[in-house]
């Protein structure tokens, strides 16, 4: 079993959907990130920062999870991360209504002891330097990089994170994103683009159509599960990502065959994320119901074509 | 082997994408259909209506592919259906520039003796009423009915349509108009709703996003296979419609699990069909390139996860 560690937001969220309306919840995508990779048993470490308005509770229901939450700061006098957003009837655009970064405007993270040697490092969506810097406090190379990011950095801080792709070994963004990066319109194109710049592999997420994995001229692809009701996609791409990382971690196995497993376990985590708000449905999630839903992807996708 | 009736149009296109331009060239649902068809050696009959314009030769590509067209109505002084498109850059839009009915205006469908016992019958994207003409034309109840349509005769024909409805086991439209049909946006509520219209098995066409079978409760998914260039959309849908009917036909067995197979096998053939413009890749594919793909398919989409 390898070590985990995310580097990602801790944060307040208050959302509004067609289903309704929450007053600020947990969010952020370390903790969604956490959260996922919890339900592998993997030794997940969180590194972040809060205010001092963060309740004890959210990181005690956390470390009860089995996330190590040593790695993320209390800074007492400020204000936590707040984002607060709603969903269009079609679930796939929102609005954001406010960010406030407070305490992120300065975030420095600060690699716990014990995860310095972790073998897997999820680098959540933050500023491509802070991201970089994460990777200068590691004691030995990771086995495996992941890395997520968005367009506002392509747009501010291209130059930088040009420099920490370098450094990775999957990229997880979207396909607007994957598109925007690479000025190719083809997803195909544009990934073999992106292995240039550094990542081996990229992970394009397209929301309710699912997945790609490219590899170097292999693809793989997971649909996400066709629902009946999206309740809140809120921490579903940071879900997809600590199941992915999650279930690497846990298999102790980074090849292309198992990364097909690890996008399954990833869109299947994703899954239940968007059932209810916010953090809730990770929360109760048991395995169980993990496995169950397994079996309704395989269901989905395996056919058994001869080829004669 | 099943003998399989296809009704649809026979056509002109002239088609403009971002690759080039063309004259007026083959097209038509019936055409593409009938093609993906005998990609399985299935004795396909295609029943349309073409005007003293149509060159003979195209009549003659289909009769050597294996496609009976003594179901094609030649009206002597009429016109052939002419449709004249530009895609956009991002090939999933799409502008109409020239619709001309001519002799389609007044289609009457009249099917060959030799293809009224067909098992499988498709009905191409035509007037309901058209559709239904076909089926009080069969002496016996087709194996399976498969029905096209589009939100065109939702809009101004949606009586028709669901009495037509309430005699097909398949219907296949795009997720828009599944969306239009039922009134539902999440598409696995607007399959439980169309179920109740009549088709047990709904098939969902997502375009690039892959294709969705439906089934009182089972559900499969088909990637559409991620391609580094798509030259021209036209006849995408048709070819994968053709394969699933043709695939069924030449297996004899219509149950959902086959299904799953023809919806890989449409999505398959599609993949060829947009390669060039019109006809002409379905016209030169053979079955090795067929089954090559089919295990690029497998690779896409087959993963191992052992459920303990």
Excluded at 56 to 83: C, H, P, R
Excluded at 134 to 146: E, G, R, S, Y
Excluded at 160 to 165: M, N, P, R, T
Aim: aromatic share 10%.
């Amino acid at each position: 079993m390898s070590k985990l560690l995310a580097v990602g937001t801790v944060a307040f969220d208050a959302i509004e959907t067609p289903f309704g309306k929450t007053a600020k919840i947990l969010g952020g995508s370390g903790t969604f990130v956490g959260l996922a990779a919890s339900q592998f048993g993997v030794e997940t470490g969180v590194v972040s920062v809060v205010g001092g308005d963060f309740p004890q509770s959210y990181l005690e229901m956390m470390n009860a999870k089995g996330v190590d939450t040593t790695g993320i700061e209390i800074i007492k006098e400020g204000k936590t991360f707040f984002w607060s957003g709603k969903y269009h009837n079609d679930m796939n655009s929102r609005d954001t209504l406010i960010t406030e970064l407070n305490v992120l405007e300065h975030f420095s993270p600060v690699v716990p002891e014990a995860f310095k040697a972790a073998e897997i490092v999820m680098l959540g969506n933050l500023h491509p330097l802070t991201q970089a810097s994460v990777l200068d406090q590691m004691a030995v190379t990771p086995k495996l990089t992941v890395l997520d990011t968005m367009n506002f950095w392509m747009d501010i801080a291209l130059d930088d994170l040009h420099d920490v792709l370098k450094r990775v070994d999957v990229i997880t963004i979207n396909d607007e994103e994957a598109r925007q990066l690479s000025g190719e319109y083809s997803l195909v194109n544009a990934a073999k683009k992106i292995h240039k710049m550094g990542p081996k592999y990229v992970v394009i997420k397209k929301g309710e159509h699912g997945a790609l994995l490219f590899n170097e001229g292999k693809m793989f692809y997971a649909p996400a599960l066709p629902l009946a009701e999206v309740f809140d996609p809120t921490g579903a791409g940071d879900t997809f990502a600590g199941g992915f990382c999650g279930y690497l971690a846990k298999t102790e196995d980074v090849s292309f065959n198992n990364m097909k497993n690890a996008i399954i376990y990833g869109s299947n985590l994703a899954s239940f994320c968007v059932e209810k708000f916010g953090t809730s449905r990770m929360e109760s999630l048991t395995s169980d119901e993990v496995k169950n839903r397994l079996q309704a992807f395989k269901e989905l996708t395996q056919f058994d074509i001869e080829i004669s």
